[in-house]
C-alpha cells in the first residue's frame, strides 16, 4: 500500500548520518521519515559489511528435509540476513513451501529440479489493512504508517539462476522524466470578438507518483498507473466515503494478498492476479480476484515493453490514444526512439520502455512545489525507480527425485553462521595454498584434521649445498632447491646404490687406478676392478708383450682382460680376433703417449663390454678395419688414422652388436680420419691419350705435388703457369674429353683454400664447365689451380660403421675426419648415393630398430645410409619401407660435407651448422624419417642468403627458428 507523505527526502548520495529538529519549527512528515530511513539504511550497511547475507546457526532459517513426511523439502521458521537487510520468516514448526504466511499465492510447485531462493523486500502498511494501528482515543484518526519486511522463499526451474540480474533483476531499470505542460490562454468559443481568455495557472502541491502496475513478459506489455497524491487514497470497496466512488479516476482493486505479489515469480503465473484496475466503480465479484480494498488513481497506461506502443489508457477522464510526436492535446501518446510519451493533465510523462527491465512496485516520485515550479520546468529527469527493491539468496536446489542437494562448505557456513563468542575452526573458510597439504580442505576444521595425516609428502625440506662434492646429494640428483621430505626418503631409501656414494679420494692407500678422475663413486671403483684380468690389470711395456696377451685372451676366450700400455709405441702385425671375453680393456696414457700401429687388414674384439681409452691407432693397409662387436662399447680420448689408395673401402671401425641384442656405443673426445690419399697417378683420364696429355698429366702432378709439399709462392705459381700452357695445347676436342673425366673423377666435391688473392672454394662440378670455355678464356687458370687443390686433398672416407639398427649410444665431443655410415643391417647391393626424392608412395617410411643414436657437440663430414638400390625409382620416389634407427638426435654438431641422408623412425635435429655453398650440386642433408623436429639449425658458407630445403619423408614435422635452411616435404 501506498502512504499520505509530502514527499520522499531521503538522498543516500549525500551521506547523512543524522537528522535534528530546531526549536520553534514546524514537524514535517518527510522529516520523520527521513529519519526512519536514514536508521534503517545505516543498519543495513552496517550488516551488509559483517555479515552480508545467510542465516545465524540458532534461529536462522533453514531448508530441512522431513524425515516424518517422506524426505519432503520444507522450510524451518527463523532470521535471513540478505545484502544486510534482516528478514523473519515466522511461525515455529516446519512449512511446505506452498504454505508460506507472506507468500500465500504462488506458481505451480513441481517438488523437483529446482532452485529454491530468498526473496527480502518491503512494503508500506497503513491502518486500512491493520485497523489496530489507530488509537480509538483518537476517535479512529489515522496517523502513521508502517513498513513490514517480507521473506519469500520462491523457486524456479535448476535451468535458470535467480541471482543473474538478466533473469531476475532486483529493481527495474526504466527511466523516467516528468515535465509541467505549459498552461496557455486561448480564445473564447462564446465571445468571437474577445482575443483572449484567462486561464488559471495554479500548479498546487502534491507528490506525483508513477508506478509499474504489472508486467507480462508472454504479451510484452508493461502496465503503468499514476496518481497526483502518491496512489494514496483508498478504502474499503464495501464501505466508500461520499464522493470516492464517483469522477475522473480509475480504481485499483486489492486485498492483502495482491500487496504482497510484488516483483518477479520465475515459477510461472500466480493464480492470484495483482490488483485489478478498472476505469469505472465496479467492484470484482470472482472468487480469486481481489476486492477488499480500492485505491484512486489519476490513469493508467498499458504499453508494448518492445515498441512502447500504447494498447489502452485512460487519464482523469480522457482516453489515451496514440498521436503525432509532439501532438499537444491531453491523453496524446507517441514513441520517439526508445521513449514513450505521454501527455496527462498536468505533467508530461516521458519514459525509456525498449531493452528496458520492469518489475511490478518499480515507482517514480515527483514533489510539485507552485512557489519554486512553473509550468514547462522537469521536475524529475531521466530518473531510475526509488524502488522496490528487491534482495536474493541462494538457499539451496532440489534434485531430479525431489532431495535437497548438498551444500557446499562455503554454503553451509553462510547458512548456520554463529554468534562471535561462539565462533569455531568449523565456521572460517579455508583456502589450501600448500600444494596438498591438507587434502582439499574448505575450513579450517578440515585443515586441522588433515594435519593429523600429515605425510612426508607434505613436509617441506631444501637438501643443503654441500660442502664437498661430489656427495650423496649430487650423486642421487637431489637439487639444491625446494623439495619435500618424502622424495629425499624414497631417493635415500629406494635408490641409493653403490654410484650414488662418492669415493673417498682422501684414503692415501687407494691405488693409483682408483685415483683417476673418472672414478668418483664407490660403483665406478667396482667397475675399474672389475675390469681388470683376475682383478688386477695388465700393464705391458712392449709389441711383444701386447701381442702375447692378445693371443692368450684369443686362446683362453673366458674372463675379463684389462690391457695398461705404458707410454711408447706398439706394434700388431697381422690379423687378429678375440672373442669369448666378458670385458675387454684396453688404456694408455693419452692418444699421443700410446700409439698401436697395426698392419694388418682385420683386428676384431668381441666381448660383452669393450673399452678403448687413452690410445692413438694407425692403420698401415687402407683396406684395414677395427671392428668392435659388443653389448657396451666406449671409445675415449682417442685417435685414429687410415689412408687408402682408393674409394670405397670398409668403415675404418666397424661397431656390431652380439647376435640376438642391442649394442649401446659410448664415442666421446675422440679424433679419426679416414682419408683416401690423392691420385697421383691421376686415373680418371680420358681414352685415347696422346702426347700432349701424357704432358698435361705430367704438369698436373709436379702442380700437386708443390700444393701437397706447400712450395713457396713462386714454386708454385711457375708449376700452374706451366700447366696452363700445357691446357692449351691440348686443344678444344681434348678439352671436352678432359672435362667430361674430371666430372667423373673421384674427387672430394667441394674444397675451401687460400690462394695468393685470398680464400677460394674448388667446386668439382664447376671445374669442367670452366675448362670447356664456358666462362672465358681467362677462366683457365683459375679452375686449373681449383682442380689441382681437389687432387691434393684427396677425399673422405667412412671413419665409423654401426652395422645395424640395434646399435645406439651417443658420439659426444668428437671429430670424424670421414663420414659415419649406417648399415642400418643391409649386408649386399647397397647404395650410398643421396636419393634425389621427388614423393613417398605412402604408409610408414621407416621399420624402426631398437637403436637410438645421439650425436652432440661433435664435427664430422657427414651421415651415410645404406638403402638398397630399388629403394627410389626413376621417379624419384620413395617405393618401400626402409630400414632404420628408432631415433637419430643431432645436437650441436657441425656437417662440414653436403650429401647426408639420414634413416631413423624419429629424426631430432636441434642446433647445428651445416657447410653449404652456392656450387654444391647436392644438398646438405635428406631426411629418411617417419617423425621429425628441426630447430636452430644454421646454414654456413658462400650461400649469398639463400635458403636451402632439406627433403624430408616424415607425415609429422616441426620446422622453425632456423637461419637459411628449413625442412620441406619432397618437391
Known amino acids: 500500500m501506498t502512504t499520505q507523505i509530502s514527499r520522499d527526502s531521503f538522498a543516500p548520495e549525500q551521506r547523512y548520518s543524522g537528522l535534528y529538529l530546531q526549536q520553534g519549527r514546524m514537524i514535517l512528515d518527510a522529516d520523520w521519515n527521513e529519519l526512519s530511513d536514514l536508521q534503517k539504511s545505516r543498519l543495513?550497511?552496517?550488516?551488509?559489511?559483517?555479515?552480508?547475507?545467510?542465516?545465524?546457526?540458532?534461529?536462522?532459517?533453514?531448508?530441512?528435509?522431513?524425515?516424518?513426511?517422506?524426505?519432503?523439502?520444507?522450510?524451518?521458521?527463523?532470521?535471513?540476513?540478505?545484502?544486510?537487510?534482516?528478514?523473519?520468516?515466522?511461525?515455529?514448526?516446519?512449512?511446505?513451501?506452498?504454505?508460506?504466511?507472506?507468500?500465500?499465492?504462488?506458481?505451480?510447485?513441481?517438488?523437483?529440479?529446482?532452485?529454491?531462493?530468498?526473496?527480502?523486500?518491503?512494503?508500506?502498511?497503513?491502518?486500512?489493512?491493520?485497523?489496530?494501528?489507530?488509537?480509538?482515543?483518537?476517535?479512529?484518526?489515522?496517523?502513521?504508517?508502517?513498513s513490514q519486511t517480507l521473506l519469500q522463499v520462491k523457486w524456479c526451474a535448476n535451468t535458470l539462476d535467480p541471482l543473474d540480474p538478466a533473469v531476475n533483476p532486483p529493481m527495474g531499470n526504466g527511466l523516467a522524466t516528468l515535465t509541467l505542460r505549459k498552461i496557455d490562454s486561448g480564445s473564447d468559443p462564446c465571445n468571437p470578438c474577445a482575443a483572449q481568455v484567462a486561464v488559471n495557472e495554479r500548479l498546487g502541491n502534491y507528490l506525483f507518483r508513477v508506478e509499474v502496475h504489472d508486467v507480462d513478459p508472454a504479451a510484452k506489455t508493461v502496465t503503468l498507473k499514476w496518481s497526483r497524491d502518491n496512489g494514496a487514497e483508498a478504502c474499503a470497496s464495501d464501505a466508500p466515503p461520499p464522493g470516492f466512488d464517483q469522477g475522473d479516476w480509475v480504481w485499483e482493486y486489492f486485498d492483502t494478498d495482491t500487496e504482497r505479489l510484488l516483483g518477479l515469480h520465475l515459477s510461472g503465473t500466480t493464480p492470484k492476479q495483482r490488483g485489478l484496475i478498472r476505469e469505472a466503480w465496479n467492484v470484482p465479484t470472482g472468487a480469486d480476484e481481489p476486492k477488499a480494498f480500492a485505491r484512486q488513481w489519476d490513469g493508467y497506461g498499458i504499453f508494448r515493453t518492445d515498441t512502447g506502443a500504447l494498447v489502452k489508457g485512460r487519464d482523469r477522464g480522457v482516453t489515451l490514444a496514440a498521436?503525432?510526436?509532439?501532438?499537444?492535446?491531453?491523453?496524446?501518446?507517441?514513441?520517439?526512439?526508445?521513449?514513450?510519451?505521454?501527455?496527462?493533465?498536468?505533467?508530461?510523462?516521458?519514459?525509456?520502455?525498449?531493452?528496458?527491465?520492469?518489475?511490478?512496485?518499480?515507482?517514480?516520485?515527483?514533489?510539485?512545489?507552485?512557489?519554486?515550479?512553473?509550468?514547462?520546468?522537469?521536475?524529475?529527469?531521466?530518473?531510475?525507480?526509488?524502488?522496490?527493491?528487491?534482495?536474493?539468496?541462494?538457499?539451496?536446489?532440489?534434485?531430479?527425485?525431489?532431495?535437497?542437494?548438498?551444500?557446499?562448505d562455503a554454503e553451509r557456513r553462510r547458512m548456520v553462521f554463529p554468534p562471535l563468542s561462539d565462533l569455531r575452526a568449523a565456521d572460517v573458510g579455508f583456502t589450501e595454498q600448500c600444494n596438498t597439504l591438507f587434502h582439499g580442505a574448505q575450513n579450517v576444521q578440515q585443515a586441522l584434521d588433515a594435519l593429523c595425516n600429515l605425510g612426508a609428502q607434505n613436509v617441506h625440506y631444501t637438501p643443503p649445498a654441500c660442502a664437498v662434492e661430489p656427495s650423496v646429494r649430487s650423486l642421487l640428483g637431489l637439487a639444491n632447491s625446494p623439495s619435500t621430505v618424502d622424495v629425499v626418503l624414497d631417493a635415500l631409501l629406494c635408490g641409493l646404490r653403490a654410484n650414488d656414494v662418492p669415493l673417498d679420494k682422501s684414503d692415501a692407500e687407494l691405488c693409483a687406478d682408483l685415483q683417476l678422475p673418472s672414478v668418483v663413486s664407490v660403483q665406478d671403483a667396482l667397475k675399474?676392478?672389475?675390469?681388470?684380468?683376475?682383478?688386477?690389470?695388465?700393464?705391458?711395456?712392449?709389441?711383444?708383450?701386447?701381442?702375447?696377451?692378445?693371443?692368450?685372451?684369443?686362446?683362453?676366450?673366458?674372463?675379463?682382460?684389462?690391457?695398461?700400455?705404458?707410454?711408447?709405441?706398439?706394434?700388431?702385425?697381422?690379423?687378429?680376433?678375440?672373442?669369448?671375453?666378458?670385458?675387454?680393456?684396453?688404456?694408455?696414457?693419452?692418444?699421443?703417449?700410446?700409439?698401436?700401429?697395426?698392419?694388418?687388414?682385420?683386428?676384431?674384439?668381441?666381448?660383452?663390454?669393450?673399452?678403448?681409452?687413452?690410445?692413438?691407432?694407425?692403420?698401415?693397409?687402407?683396406?684395414?678395419?677395427?671392428?668392435?662387436?659388443?653389448?657396451?662399447?666406449?671409445?675415449?680420448?682417442?685417435?685414429?688414422?687410415?689412408?687408402?689408395?682408393?674409394?670405397?673401402?670398409?668403415?675404418?671401425?666397424?661397431?656390431?652388436?652380439?647376435?640376438?641384442?642391442?649394442?649401446?656405443?659410448?664415442?666421446?673426445?675422440?679424433?679419426?680420419?679416414?682419408?683416401?690419399?690423392?691420385?697421383?697417378?691421376?686415373?680418371?683420364?680420358?681414352?685415347?691419350?696422346?702426347?700432349?696429355?701424357?704432358?698435361f698429366t705430367k704438369a698436373l702432378q709436379i702442380h700437386v705435388k708443390n700444393l701437397m709439399q706447400q712450395a713457396p709462392a713462386e714454386v708454385q705459381g711457375k708449376s700452374l703457369s706451366t700447366l696452363v700452357q700445357a691446357w692449351k695445347a691440348l686443344g678444344a676436342e681434348r678439352w671436352r674429353a678432359w672435362s667430361t673425366s674430371i666430372a667423373q673423377a673421384p674427387l672430394v666435391a667441394r674444397l675451401r683454400y687460400v690462394s695468393d688473392k685470398g680464400p677460394e672454394i674448388a667446386f668439382l662440378n664447376n671445374v669442367s664447365g670452366y675448362l670447356n670455355g664456358q666462362f672465358g678464356p681467362d677462366a683457365e687458370q683459375s679452375a686449373l689451380n681449383d682442380l689441382a687443390h681437389l687432387v691434393a686433398a684427396g677425399q673422405p672416407d667412412?671413419?665409423?660403421?654401426?652395422?645395424?639398427?640395434?646399435?645406439?649410444?651417443?658420439?659426444?665431443?668428437?671429430?670424424?675426419?670421414?663420414?659415419?655410415?649406417?648399415?642400418?643391417?643391409?649386408?649386399?647391393?647397397?647404395?650410398?648415393?643421396?636419393?634425389?626424392?621427388?614423393?613417398?608412395?605412402?604408409?610408414?617410411?621407416?621399420?624402426?630398430?631398437?637403436?637410438?643414436?645421439?650425436?652432440?657437440?661433435?664435427?664430422l663430414c657427414g651421415v651415410h645410409s645404406a638403402l638398397p638400390p630399388d629403394a627410389v625409382d626413376a621417379k624419384g620416389r620413395l617405393t618401400r619401407s626402409l630400414p632404420g634407427l628408432g631415433r637419430l638426435q643431432l645436437d650441436q654438431t657441425r656437417f662440414e660435407q653436403p650429401g647426408s641422408v639420414f634413416t631413423a623412425s624419429t629424426w631430432v635435429a636441434q642446433g647445428n651448422t651445416w657447410d653449404f655453398d652456392n656450387g654444391d650440386k647436392t644438398l646438405p642433408g635428406t631426411a629418411l624419417c617417419d617423425r621429425a623436429t628441426f630447430s636452430g639449425n644454421v646454414l654456413e658458407g658462400e650461400t649469398d642468403g639463400i635458403q636451402i630445403s632439406l627433403p624430408c619423408t616424415a607425415r609429422y614435422m616441426q620446422s622453425g627458428l632456423n637461419v637459411l635452411i628449413e625442412l620441406s616435404p619432397p618437391q
Open 798 to 859: 667412412h671413419v665409423l660403421t654401426l652395422a645395424s639398427t640395434q646399435v645406439g649410444g651417443t658420439i659426444r665431443d668428437s671429430r670424424l675426419m670421414g663420414w659415419l655410415l649406417m648399415l642400418n643391417g643391409i649386408t649386399k647391393d647397397i647404395s650410398i648415393t643421396p636419393p634425389t626424392l621427388h614423393g613417398n608412395q605412402g604408409g610408414t617410411t621407416i621399420i624402426p630398430g631398437g637403436g637410438t643414436l645421439r650425436i652432440t657437440g661433435s664435427t
Open 44 to 146: 543495513a550497511e552496517a550488516l551488509r559489511d559483517a555479515i552480508a547475507s545467510g542465516a545465524p546457526r540458532s534461529g536462522g532459517l533453514a531448508l530441512v528435509a522431513d524425515a516424518g513426511d517422506g524426505g519432503k523439502v520444507k522450510l524451518q521458521p527463523g532470521v535471513l540476513y540478505v545484502d544486510g537487510v534482516p528478514a523473519c520468516f515466522p511461525g515455529s514448526a516446519l512449512t511446505v513451501l506452498t504454505a508460506q504466511p507472506d507468500y500465500p499465492w504462488h506458481g505451480p510447485y513441481p517438488g523437483k529440479k529446482l532452485v529454491l531462493y530468498a526473496d527480502v523486500w518491503d512494503r508500506p502498511v497503513t491502518a486500512l489493512e491493520r485497523p489496530e494501528l489507530m488509537d480509538p482515543a483518537l476517535h479512529g484518526a489515522d496517523t502513521a504508517t508502517r
Open 323 to 408: 498521436a503525432a510526436a509532439d501532438d499537444p492535446a491531453h491523453g496524446s501518446c507517441w514513441v520517439a526512439g526508445n521513449d514513450l510519451w505521454v501527455n496527462l493533465e498536468n505533467l508530461a510523462l516521458r519514459l525509456s520502455v525498449k531493452s528496458r527491465q520492469f518489475v511490478p512496485g518499480d515507482h517514480w516520485l515527483a514533489a510539485i512545489r507552485e512557489a519554486m515550479q512553473a509550468s514547462g520546468d522537469v521536475v524529475l529527469n531521466q530518473a531510475p525507480p526509488q524502488g522496490v527493491r528487491h534482495h536474493f539468496l541462494r538457499l539451496g536446489t532440489l534434485l531430479d527425485d525431489g532431495s535437497l542437494q548438498p551444500p557446499t
Open 528 to 695: 675399474a676392478l672389475c675390469l681388470r684380468s683376475g682383478g688386477c690389470e695388465v700393464a705391458v711395456r712392449t709389441s711383444e708383450q701386447l701381442m702375447s696377451a692378445l693371443k692368450q685372451a684369443a686362446t683362453d676366450q673366458t674372463g675379463s682382460l684389462w690391457i695398461k700400455l705404458c707410454a711408447g709405441s706398439y706394434v700388431l702385425e697381422g690379423d687378429l680376433a678375440i672373442s669369448g671375453l666378458t670385458s675387454l680393456r684396453l688404456s694408455g696414457e693419452s692418444a699421443a703417449a700410446t700409439q698401436i700401429t697395426f698392419a694388418g687388414r682385420r683386428l676384431t674384439l668381441m666381448a660383452q663390454e669393450i673399452v678403448l681409452e687413452g690410445l692413438g691407432w694407425i692403420f698401415k693397409q687402407g683396406i684395414a678395419q677395427l671392428n668392435l662387436r659388443a653389448a657396451r662399447v666406449t671409445v675415449k680420448d682417442c685417435t685414429g688414422l687410415r689412408q687408402a689408395d682408393r674409394p670405397a673401402g670398409p668403415g675404418l671401425v666397424q661397431v656390431s652388436s652380439p647376435e640376438g641384442q642391442s649394442a649401446t656405443l659410448h664415442w666421446s673426445g675422440n679424433d679419426w680420419t679416414a682419408w683416401v690419399q690423392p691420385d697421383m697417378k691421376i686415373s680418371w683420364q680420358p681414352a685415347g691419350a696422346g702426347t700432349s696429355d701424357a704432358e
